[in-house]
């Protein structure tokens, strides 16, 4: 289902009026003398524009055409580097740099405490 627009451009200043107003034209996507943006005719929107008719003025746009969805991107193979391209040194695993065998288990160490004496 296509969605019709607004096409809304500024053609007067905002100084002197007020800061809601400037900060209407800030959410319309404008704030210079001249700029122009393409909105969706909704009933948020045009609530706006009533807020600051003197500032700007709307011209009907062409219904804009219902989004499509893009189709999904194939994932391209990961391409993996040989050893002799990469530079910097070469790094074991750390499966193969020490046996856990080897390691001797560490005795908790007794403190003494107020509660002993």
């Known amino acids: 289902m296509a969605e019709a627009t607004l096409k809304v451009t500024q053609y007067r200043s905002a100084i002197g009026s007020k800061p809601k107003q400037r900060g209407t034209l800030r959410a319309l996507g404008l ?9 969706p ?4 929107i045009r609530g706006m524009l009533a ?13 804009a055409p219902a989004p499509t ?4 991107k194939k994932a391209s193979p990961v ?3 040989s050893p002799a391209k990469t530079a910097g040194p070469a790094i ?4 193969e740099s020490a046996p856990a065998a080897e390691t ?3 005795e908790p160490v007794e403190t003494e405490s107020e509660d002993d004496e």
Do not use: M, Q
């Open 31 to 39: 704030g210079k003398i001249g700029r122009s943006h393409t909105l």
């Open 41 to 44: 005719d909704r009933p948020e």
């Open 51 to 63: 807020r600051v008719p003197h500032l700007v003025k709307v011209e009907a746009g062409e219904a």
């Open 69 to 72: 969805k893009a189709p999904a």
């Open 79 to 81: 391409k993996k580097a």
């Open 92 to 95: 074991a695993p750390a499966a």
């Open 104 to 106: 001797e288990p560490v």
